[in-house]
């Protein structure tokens, strides 16, 4: 099976910075795109970046010049960058990747893992 790990949140003040991490395990032959998604108390999850196997990136527009995602594709981990963090990015962060493996291709998700931002 193919398993995601997310770390790197935590409490911080706003404009403070993190780096989250998403690394990937078991028996994966490549991994395609690979994203980060937020989901803020009593609303939906939204997608905060995304990249390619090419390194292409989108971004949601709120997040813009102030998140970097990348990869290392050798490490199978995804990492997002946060700068200029704002109350408004609280939220749990999960990691998604579209993941050829063993058994096939899927799309796995991670726990999650929870940002605060203090005013």
């Known amino acids: 099976q193919v398993q995601l790990v997310e770390s790197g949140g935590g409490l911080v003040q706003a404009g403070e910075s993190l780096r989250l991490s998403c690394a990937a395990s078991?028996?994966?032959?490549?991994?395609?795109?690979m994203g980060w998604y937020r989901q803020a108390p009593g609303k939906q999850r939204e997608l905060v970046a995304a990249i390619t196997g090419g390194g292409s990136t989108n971004y949601a527009d709120s997040v813009k010049c102030r998140f970097t995602i990348s990869r290392d594709n050798a490490k199978n981990t995804a990492y997002l960058q946060m700068n200029s963090l704002k109350p408004e990015d609280t939220a749990v962060y999960y990691c998604n990747a579209e993941v050829f493996y063993d058994s096939g291709y899927d799309n796995f998700w991670g726990q999650g893992t929870r940002v605060t931002v203090s005013s």
């Open positions: 078991g028996s994966i032959f490549s991994i395609n795109g």
